[in-house]
Every structure is written in C-alpha cells, then in structure tokens.
C-alpha cells in the first residue's frame, strides 16, 4: 500500500515508538507523579522526558510550560475555551479546521466577537488584511493554523503574531499540520499559545498531542480534579503544567511519543522537512502534466507542506479516492476534510477534494506510482 | 381456552395427529422471532399468526414499497403509498388476522448489539432475511444462546430450508464454513424470484417452527432441503456437524463479535456511505456489470460499476466496496449493497 494520507495521521511511525509502548507497558505503566514506588516513579520519568524533548523541539525553556493533551483539538479548546470571555474580540482566518472554526462558533454564541480574515483561492493570507482586522477594533486573540489541512499553505505565522502583538493581542498557533514538519520555535516566532498533536509530523500514536502556553498567560482549566500534586488544596493548583492536566495522562502513548521524538531529533526535522518538500515538488510537477487535473492551493512547494488537494475532471472526490485505494492500493483522503470553510475559500465546497499528503516515510518512486495511477483516470472519468 | 379445547378457530389444526390440544396450547404459549420481514418474513408472519402462535416478533428496517406486493403477501397498495416500515405493516395485518396474538414489531438492523437479546427472548427464530451475513449473525446467537433457528432462502424457482438445533444439529457454518464473496452469488434483485417458491420455502419453515413449538424433536428435518420448482429437482442432504466449526465445535463467534461482518462508514461532508466486505477480495467488475444489467443501465469501467435504483446511486469498486450516495442511513446502504451486491 503506498499511505498518502498522513495529513490525518503519519504511518507508519518509526518502530521504536512500539518498541517504547510495549517496553513500557511491560515494565513501567505505573501512575505518574501518584506515588513513590518504582512503576510510578518508572512512568514520572517516561511523561518528564517527553515534557523535557517537546520543549527542546518547540524551543520553550520551561517545559513545565507544555501540559499534554489527547490531540490537537484538546489542545486547541483548551486555549480558546479557557482564554476568551464574553467581550473579547478574536481574529481568525476563512481556512481554519473545525478544530478552530467550531469552538470559536460555539464561543460566539455565548458573546465572543469573532472576526474571519478571508484568506485567498490559493489559501494564502495577506498579512494587510490581517492587519486591518486588526485595527477593526481590540482584540484579545489570533488564533490561526500554521498551514491549512486541505491545501497545504503555510500561513506567514512569525509575521502575523508580530501585528497580533503590535496590537495588543495574544497570539495562537494551531501547528496540527506543521509540528515536526517545519521548525517552530516558540520565542522566536513569538507564539503565546501552541497547540499539536503527537500523531502528526511528530509520528507518535494517536491520542498524544499537547498545549504551550507562554509564561504570562493564564488559562482557566477546562477541566479539574487530581493532579497528583498540592492534593491539600481544594481549587485547582495554578502552576503548570498540573493546572490543565488533571486525571492520569496518557502514560503509555506519551512513552510512544518520546520515542517518536527521539526519532526524529535524530534525523533531523530540517532534514524531514527537506525531504518532505522534494517529495511534494515531484507530486506537483507530476500533477501539472495530467490534463483535467486541478492542484487547489498554491501549486508552488516552497509555499506549502506535503499535503496537496486536487480535482480532476469527470470525476466525483469521493469515487476516485475509493478508486485509487481499490484498483492502485494507495491510501488518500476525499471530501471536505473537516474544514468546510476552507474548502469554501478555496472554491471546492460541497464536493471537496482528494488531499494526497505524503509523510517523512514516502519514497520518490511512491509519488511516481500515484502520478502514473492519475493518468490513468484522467480521461477514464465516468 | 383450555388445553383440553383449544377454541373452535384452531379446531383442523389442532385435529392433526401430531399436535393436539395440548400442542395447540403450546403454541399458544409460545414464542417466534422472524428476522427479515420481506417475502418469506411477511410469508412465515402470517401462517405463525393464523396458527396461533403467541408472541410474535418482526424485525425488519426497511419500508414496504410498490415492487414488494408481488411476494410479500402480508403487505398491500396502502402501505406501499405511505411507506410505512415493513415491521409496522406487518403488525398491523397480524392484528387484524388474529387479535390474540401479541405482537413486537421492531424496525432495526439485525446487529452484533441486538441480536443476541432479539433470539433470547423467544422460543424459535425464522430467518427470513436476504444476505449471509445475518445469518451468520443469527446463527452465532442462536448457537451462544441455545436458541433452534430455521434457515430458509429463495431466489428464483430455488429454494432451501435448514433447521438449526444448537448442540444437536449441523449449525449453518458446518454447512456454509465461508460466506459466498459479494458480487459472486445471484440475489432477488438481480436473478429474480417466484412468489411460489418463496410460500415453498415458508412453508417447510413454519411446519419446522411449530415442530419445534410443540415440542415434536423427532420428526424435524434432518438436513438441507433444497428444491426447484420448476424443473422439478428436490433433494435433502444430510450431514454431520464439522469437526472444526469455528462456530459451534470452537465456540468462537466471529460475527457477533463483528470481527468478520462487512463495514459501512459515513464519508467526510457526503451524503453518502461507503459499505466495505470484511475481507480482502478481488471482484470481476466486468461479472458484476452484466449481472446488475438486468437491473437497469450501468456504466462499467476498468475502475467501477455504477447504476441506479430510485433515489440512489451504487458505485461498486474492485474491493469489493461499495458507495451509495443519496443516503445518510447506514442500514439503507447494506441493505442494498446486500440487494444488489450480495453477501
């Protein structure tokens, strides 16, 4: 099978992350930061030293500043959830993933003003307009993806949290799509908030993913209870990364992560980075020759991450997704990939898209074999 | 109502040999399931209800339409114009047969969450359902439970029956080890079927059933029946129970446990559902495309098959898969993916 389709998760993950879940379980699954005896203290260490490797990852120099959470979305809710009140004003763009697009919803509802910076057919941003909504009147937050999940296009986020601080707001980066893919770091992109998986870029399992949250910033916990620490006290300790990690966390998957981590480092995201560009400057080379075929985004690698949305004349998302997994055995994601606004502003809503997004396993001869596959549909339409 | 004299309603039935007064009185207070209450369903339903049996469950999720009333004998133009569920007509005419018997019509799909408690709660099951799968389902219930079941399928002059005695008897896997491969077997949709073949088949069903009611073990039928009513073949074989079952020798129940059975999933922002075999397989696309031909214009490629029933579109892939737009309703997508391709 040739998995094109790690935009929802990567696979595979690297073999040690397995090796680190089935270690631990057998040896260390104790309960973290719960007591003094030696499984407890065994999985104290495994979450410390993932805390301590997604710090040095994201550049925070404090990782008690990273609380886990189950993904992406937790993460996300957590800081729009817990830092915006009845009043506040936040700015977010017309390509966010329901993940972003869906609690901001809900939040105006309860008297959040919300304000939705268009973003271009090509997904791209332009930061003038950023700035005039900016301008529009006080704003608490920005809250915006790194890179769209449809098309790909990275956002200018360094660029765009300076204006969000130029005008007195705070600034959250949701790195679904980018974490492990591209450097971030926290203090030099000057991130208050960054919410990413763990099942991404970062190749860890499914239901790892985490929250930093900048030093001055307070968020209200969206959930209480034990914490394994202050047990004394009848509020909510304050200090993180407790106060937004109450219950036991996931020991066995952030075990899994570290692993992933460690994987990584060592090869180098710069390195995954790089070969993740080459493989999407093939695809779109490749793509550019299939007559019918449609690239939405900017057809441009140096503009966006491996994940890649098309159409092709003749044919419906959804059936050539079922056709390129049942006649080819390659695995890719059709439809509106929970982003409807995105697929709005880039002009494929209702029908969506197939998102073909290679990860830092996909070969050259893989994207070659998905181009040949292409060519065979196109004209085959129905 | 006594044992002794069983009402004058039940007089010629219960003047035969076999049954009795007191067989009257047991079927009175005993119990049928029918699973699936299509042609053989509404067939089965209404010789248990003229019969006296006394509870009566019908399950069934799908709705009577107009291309149903040729077979399906319990259901008439009424309930075809209002739609109503096949479960719900089928209650209605049961009522309106015999007012004593009590009936539960429940509109559902058949599944690994509620099979086991539909079979517990009754003395016989009758399968009157269209696809292999829900049988296989059905019989590891009935084989966990130690609840009798009778097979029974028609298609075309073709018809079979099996009783299924947990413990005692052949279950349906001894006899079918592997469901036939989607898109290989012909199915009513796609070959056919008399309505003669289908009274046939619920009628060995329902004498099966009330054997079992009354309690006359002896006299059941001791293995596949199968006929053809129209070039007059009929033959009944026998067998002995597999060695090996997975179901009733190993006790390891693979479609209760949803482990085997096909998979049918929402697709992201379509109204449309993907419904996919348990298993890897190829399909003979082309096969498949002169078979459904019968049905209605198809569009056949190297890549897929496509055709049309009503408000539906079926697009049928190599894997066997199958995605059915115009439908947000899982149990409308099996449903006609066991109609159309078969399981």
Known sequence: ?382 | MSAERPSERYSRQAMFWAIGPAGQERLRTGSAAVIGCGALGSATVELLARSGVGRITVVDRDFVELSNLQRQVLFDEADAAAGVPKAIAAAQAVKRINSEVAVQPLVADVTPDNVEHIVSEVDVVLDGTDNFETRYLVNDACVKLGVPWIYGGAIGATGMSMTIRPGESPCFRCMFPVSPEPGTMATCDTAGVLASTVVAVAAIQWTEAVKILVGDREHLNPGLVGFDLWSNDHLVTKSSRAPECPCCVQKRFEYLEAQVTSRAASLCGRNAIQVSPGHDLKLDLAAMGRRLASVGPVTSSDFLVRFTVGKHELTIFADGRAIVKGTSDKSVARTLYARYVGT
Not at chain 1, 122 to 127: E, N, R
Not at chain 1, 155 to 176: I, T
Not at chain 1, 197 to 218: E, N, S
Request: charged share 20%; glycine share 10%; net charge neutral.
């Open chain 1, 1 to 382: 099978m040739i998995y094109l389709d790690n935009a929802a998760t990567s696979f595979p993950k690297p073999p040690a992350v397995a090796e680190a879940i089935s270690t631990f379980l057998a040896t260390g699954a104790g309960n973290p930061g719960r007591s003094g005896h030696r499984l407890a203290l065994a999985a104290q260490r495994a979450v410390s030293e993932t805390r301590r490797l997604l710090a040095s990852c994201f550049g925070v120099a404090d990782p008690a500043r990273v609380a886990f959470a189950l993904n992406a979305t937790e993460a996300l809710n957590q800081a729009l959830w817990g830092l915006l009140r009845p009043g506040d004003r936040v700015v977010t763009t017309s390509i966010e993933h329901n993940a972003v697009a869906r609690p901001l919803n809900a939040l105006a509802d309860r008297g959040v003003a919300v304000a939705r910076v268009p973003c271009g057919p090509d997904g791209a941003l332009d930061l003038d307009d950023l700035a005039r909504a900016l301008e529009a009147g006080p704003t608490r937050l920005v809250a915006m993806t790194h890179a769209s999940n449809v098309s790909g296009t990275v956002l200018p986020a360094r660029d765009a949290a300076r204006l969000a601080h130029d005008h007195g707001a705070l600034f959250l980066l949701d790195a679904a799509q980018t974490a492990g893919v591209l450097p971030i770091d926290v203090r030099e992109m000057g991130l208050d908030l960054l919410a990413f998986p763990g099942h991404k870029g970062l190749l860890g399992p499914t239901g790892t993913g985490g929250l930093y949250v900048a030093p001055h910033v307070r968020l209200a916990p969206m959930r209480q209870g034990g914490t394994g620490t202050r047990s004394e006290e009848e509020r909510q300790p304050e200090h993180m990364p407790e106060a937004l990690e109450s219950g036991t966390v996931n020991t066995v998957g952030i075990a899994g992560l570290g692993a992933a981590l460690r994987y990584l480092m060592e090869r180098g995201v710069v390195n995954v980075a790089a070969h993740e560009a080459a493989l999407t400057a093939r695809l779109l080379a490749g793509l550019k020759e299939i007559p019918g075929l449609r690239i939405h985004g900017t057809a441009d690698h140096r503009r966006q991450v491996a994940s890649v949305s098309i159409t092709l004349e003749g044919w419906e998302p959804v059936d050539m997704g079922a056709v390129l997994d049942s006649s080819f055995g390659i695995a890719v994601r059709p439809g509106l990939h929970c982003a409807p606004a995105a697929h709005r502003t880039l002009g494929t809503y209702p029908q969506g898209t197939v998102r073909l997004s290679p990860g830092c396993f996909t070969s050259d001869e893989d994207v070659d074999r998905t181009l040949a596959a292409l060519r065979g549909l196109a004209g085959a339409g129905n």
